[in-house]
């Protein structure tokens, strides 16, 4: 039997952060046909609750530290505010959908990232993914919208880097689903050069990720996210797309596709 096609769109960059921007956004995700899941960070509006707590941010390496009070700002803001006025502004628009952390039915288990040169503090590393339950969710017609909290099974709620939940998702409802994963931000696509931005590189295999990253094209936070797009496709992801807001539109053409 031919598996239906599920569609993991990750939303992150300036995005998320204008408001205008965001709700249009949804609106184009709301259209979307067949089931499909959406997954959020929110970083800067977590470093701007934490100021305005008093609390410094600490960031290594462009990571945030995540201490105690740390943890209890970004589930404040991923799990609750951001969470919610995400679910509203899809229920506004007819799309079903239930906010979720990684913890809301054991949906995304986590461990405490072991610590080697660098103590991030409560950032956490997926080890599983409950897609049995996910599945009963889209079966019904609900669409899960995760923010970027996980836990770890003994009450420890863990900071996870949106970007990798949204590829471990993808492929841990790759033996049920064609999964396809959309990461949406601010640019595109992958950029040729960063000065021009239709320089859109269309096609990146394994090869050209090689040697995009030795001609520093492709370099920085891009890094990161590049690695969770080829660690999908090798995982049994379908197909990998990166680009702005308009990704999520049929009439959409510029974006960057990957394969291996």
Known sequence: MTKQTLKVVKIGGNVINNEEALFSFLKDFADLDGPK?????GGRKATEVSSAMGL????????????????????????GLLNKKIVA?????????????GADANC?????????????????DVDAINSEIIDVLLQNNVTP?????????????????????????????????????NFVFELK?????????????????SEKYKQLIA??????????????????????VSKVKIGDASLVKKSTKLYTTLSL
């Open 37 to 41: 899941i959406l997954v959020h960070g």
């Open 56 to 79: 410094e941010p600490k960031m290594i390496n462009g990571r945030r530290v995540t201490d105690e009070a740390t943890v209890e700002v970004v589930t404040m803001v991923y799990a």
């Open 89 to 101: 502004q899809l229920q506004k628009n007819n799309c079903n959908a239930l906010g979720l952390s």
């Open 108 to 124: 995304i288990l986590a461990h405490k990232r072991i610590v080697k040169d660098v103590d991030y503090g409560f950032a956490g």
């Open 145 to 181: 919208v995760f923010c970027a909290i996980t836990h770890d099974k003994n009450g420890q709620l863990l900071n996870t880097n949106a970007d990798t939940i949204a590829s471990e998702v993808a492929i841990g409802m790759s033996e049920l689903y064609n999964t396809e994963l």
């Open 189 to 205: 696509g992958v950029l040729e050069s960063i000065n021009d931005k239709d320089s859109v590189i269309t096609e990146i295999n």
């Open 215 to 236: 001609a520093g094209i492709i370099a920085d936070g891009m890094l990161p996210k590049m690695h969770n797009c080829f660690n999908a496709l090798e995982e049994g």
